[in-house]
């Protein structure tokens, strides 16, 4: 299982950015997804996950700002961050899981400028 994410960068605060996260060597449409993200000097947090039939969840703080969602046809979820705020600075993570195994991309560096 692969999962290569992008779309980090510097953004200023209030504005918006998505990130997307590839899957490859998964049926993709039968796992389901998740973001987390780890700040500096934090431990990693889950921020969003979306089950194989579309339902989402979120932590608090970003209820309202973030949309999770998925596109099977192309093997790919997205994350999309509107009113962006500094403590959104992470580096953020794309996550899988099936058969009791963990599958994580490579972080993407999201910073949020005041």
């Known amino acids: 299982v692969q999962l290569q994410a992008s779309g980090g960068g510097l953004v200023q605060a209030g504005g918006a950015m998505r990130l997307s996260c590839a899957a490859s060597?998964?049926?993709?449409?039968?796992?389901?997804m998740a973001w987390y993200r780890q700040a500096p000097e934090k431990q990693r947090e889950l921020v969003a996950t979306i089950t194989t039939g579309g339902g989402t969840g979120y932590v608090d703080s970003v209820k309202g700002r973030f949309t999770i969602s998925r596109d099977n046809a192309r093997n790919t979820v997205y994350l999309q961050m509107d009113s962006l705020k500094p403590e959104d600075t992470a580096v953020y993570y794309c996550?899988?899981?099936?058969?009791?195994?963990?599958?994580w991309g490579k972080g993407t560096l999201v910073t949020v400028s005041s």
């Open positions: 060597q998964i049926i993709f449409s039968t796992v389901n």
């Open positions: 996550k899988t899981w099936f058969r009791g195994v963990d599958y």
